[in-house]
């Protein structure tokens, strides 16, 4: 493949979703077969500590494989024709999607007189869980979180949240956030509190849950249905900062009245003992 070539299939590989580093690593072992990650930086042109990133972000979506082998790990392209078809597939669920938003957007938005709109009605537990993630996964600064246990009682969407999470604070986006930290998420909010700053939710019910990114994009969420468990499937999607910024004091105010995950990591580790 020739340098212009390259040039072309990178810039095709971003529109469709991957990032420059993602593309470069990806199809460099494409081309050149099992690689280790000195090799992967050294033919790719991707610094060595960045590597490491999108190796694991290229293996979560199935576009990359860890060999199994005791020597240094080596790593190697899922086939294209497999990735081309996910991709395909993801891109028609996101024309579903832009076509819900549209419809959602025509009939649920909060519209003031004379402005353009900048908050909408949120209505279904599905569709505000993609939108959390969407807020959170871009995230470059800061992320407030009231966590509600919507998530933290469902394995798949407590996986999701706080993996997201995890990586913000390893790529130093200020992490405040906040949840009922039981045994399951003990894990994570250990990990989350040597960099972020956690607190554990002792206030009774969560009233509300908020996921805050970069005090711009908000998602404020609802209980909808008490039984058999609460769902906080009603919300109010914001996306102007002069009405995001109060709800970011909130949760920051909200948080602060409870206990430092710290102290109750130490209380959960003295009873597991």
């Known amino acids: 493949m020739s340098p212009v070539e390259k040039e072309k299939v990178l810039d095709f590989m971003q529109k469709i979703g991957f990032t420059d580093y993602e593309a470069r690593v990806y199809i460099t072992l494409v081309t050149e077969g099992s690689l280790n990650p000195t090799q992967l930086s050294n033919l790719s042109g991707v610094p060595r500590p960045n590597v490491y990133a999108v190796l694991k972000k290229l293996i979560r979506k199935g576009y990359a494989e860890r060999e199994a082998v005791k020597r240094a790990p080596l790593y190697s392209a899922v086939p294209p024709d497999i990735v081309l078809a996910d991709v395909e597939k993801d891109l ?100 989350l509190s040597q960099n972020g700053t956690i607190y554990h939710w002792t206030l009774g019910e969560i009233p509300i849950g908020t996921y805050i990114a970069d005090s711009k994009d908000c998602l404020v969420t609802f209980i909808g249905k008490w039984e058999p468990l609460l769902v906080y499937d009603l919300g109010i999607w914001i996306r102007n900062p002069t009405y995001v910024r109060p709800f970011e004091y909130l949760t920051e105010r909200l948080l602060s009245l409870n206990t430092p995950a710290k102290k109750r990591i130490e209380e959960l580790t003295r009873n597991q003992k």
């Open 92 to 191: 028609k669920n996101k024309e579903q999607y832009a076509q819900n938003l549209k419809k959602w957007f025509q009939e649920g938005q909060v519209v003031a007189p004379g402005r353009v709109p900048t908050a909408w009605l949120i209505d279904g537990e599905k569709r505000i869980n993609e939108i959390i993630e969407d807020i959170l996964q871009h995230a470059k600064n800061s992320i407030h979180s009231i966590i509600t246990p919507t998530f933290t009682k469902s394995d798949k969407e407590q996986d999701r949240i706080f993996k997201i999470l995890e990586e913000k604070v390893q790529q130093k986006v200020e992490v405040i956030a906040g949840w009922k930290i039981d045994k399951n998420t003990l894990e994570i909010a250990q990990k």
